[in-house]
């Protein structure tokens, strides 16, 4: 994973330690995870076939947990997978930072302390459900495991960064390898993590999302467009603290990652010939993602806007803009060629100060009164299909005067 290269108009401190602290903790996580396909089907093709709904919700079940579900019952959130004094705050879905350009698809339940130890706090399943795979990746960390939980074939759960694993998790695991399926109790310990997040999703296969244009562009992760709401599925206490320690005051508290509008610049994009998601691996030495662009809402504060660019100069890098305009939700084909002034993303707390990124917080909003970082130039063809972008670091909206050979286009 590349590191976040210093961007000019970055005025706090802050803004450096967070990109060093997400880069190590590995936010990348499992990009090239690959479930079995017990039905021969993608993900996409589940969800457009004439089954009946219900159908399709079981298969695509199946997929993600390698055939080992079973039902349709939802889960409870009766426990926290870490301790209430372990971490700090919870980052919600749709945060875009380095290689993830897209919106992510999982949350972070941040630790109360970044530099402890690895193994520091104790991990602990949130349902019960039958644990049907483990992956374990090394690191120039350690060692670290990706889990998958299935309560029903309609309703599962996953970890990733987890350091160590104990108990029945581990002795299936050391048995095994991925090939576990072991019933795991709520409130079960399973593992520890430590010095890092903890990243956690909770996917419905009856609520496929609705916001991605073309939801085949996401094949490569199965689970990608079943991620879902888990605050109706927390006991009201669980509920109650998760929203006091989610920054997030704008609904869906949880977060959010489908974006797209027909027609409209907002959402996700790709470079046209890529495969989607999937993008070019090792494509002139860059990785899967350097194909993506995303220009969505904050996660935090989404009466803002993020440009999130795969290729911003040979990197990965996102930004707000100088204007917050035109809102990207209203920008079509009519529109022409518009242009944002790149500005870094930076924070502030409701008594003004700039927030830290790690602290434990209640409310931040977007401060856009940076420096300009450069400018993009954007505009939609095809009927609002396709759409030609091309990005100039460190000029500003009037030394950007139109698109160059350098421009590409992009699809859903």
């Not at 009766?78 to 971490?87: K, N």
């Not at 930072?97 to 530099?115: E, K, L, R, T, W």
């Not at 809102?327 to 084909?333: F, G, K, L, R």
């Not at 460190?394 to 350098?406: H, V």
Request: hydrophobic content about 35%; aromatic content about 12%; overall charge neutral.
């Amino acid at each position: 994973m590349k590191h976040k290269r210093d961007q000019a108009g970055f005025h706090h401190i802050g803004l450096l330690i967070l990109a060093a602290v997400l880069v190590a903790v590995g936010l990348v996580g499992f990009r090239v995870y690959k479930h079995g396909n017990n039905q021969g089907q993608t993900s996409s093709q589940i969800v457009s076939s004439n089954e009946s709904s219900a159908s399709k919700a079981v298969k695509a079940g199946q997929l993600i947990s390698n055939g080992k579900c079973e039902g349709t019952d939802k889960l409870s959130f009766t426990h926290l997978p870490m301790r209430e004094q372990d971490f700090s705050i919870l980052i919600p879905y749709g945060l875009m930072i380095d290689d993830h350009v897209s919106p992510i698809d999982h949350q972070y339940f941040s630790p109360a302390d970044y530099n402890s130890a690895r193994d520091a706090y104790p991990v602990y399943a949130m349902a019960d459900a039958t644990l049907t795979d483990i992956q374990q990746r090394t690191t120039e960390r350690g060692v670290e495991y990706r889990m998958v939980f299935a309560h029903s074939c309609t309703s599962l759960y996953y970890y990733d960064l987890v350091t160590s694993l104990t108990g029945k998790a581990k002795a299936a695991y050391d048995k095994n390898n991925r090939e576990v399926n072991v019933k795991i109790k709520a409130g079960e310990l399973i593992g520890a993590i430590g010095g890092q997040t903890l990243d956690f999703a909770y996917w419905d296969t009856d609520k496929p999302l609705t916001g991605f244009a073309n939801p085949a562009s996401y094949d490569r992760e199965s689970w990608k467009i079943y991620t879902a709401d888990p605050y109706p599925m927390y006991t009201p206490e669980l509920k109650k603290l998760l929203t006091e320690r989610n920054p997030r005051t704008a609904e869906p508290i949880a977060g959010k990652i489908d974006y797209d509008q027909p027609g409209k610049l907002i959402g996700t994009w790709f470079v046209e010939g890529t495969n989607g998601y999937a993008g070019i691996q090792g494509a002139q030495g860059y990785s899967y993602s350097s194909t993506h662009l995303s220009i969505a809402p904050e996660h935090f504060d989404p009466s803002y806007f993020v440009i999130s660019m795969g290729d911003y100069n040979g990197n990965s890098e996102q930004f707000i803009t100088k204007s917050n305009s035109p809102d990207p939700a209203e920008v079509s084909e009519v529109s022409g060629l518009v242009k944002y002034q790149l500005v870094g993303i930076e924070y502030r707390k409701t008594d003004g100060s700039f927030w830290d990124r790690k602290s434990y917080v209640k409310s931040v909003k977007v401060d856009n009164s940076g420096s300009v970082a450069g400018t993009v130039l954007a505009q939609l063809t095809d009927g609002g299909s396709k759409l030609k972008f091309e990005a100039f670091p460190n000029k500003t909206a009037g030394q950007a005067t139109g698109f160059t050979a350098a421009a590409k286009t992009y699809t859903r």
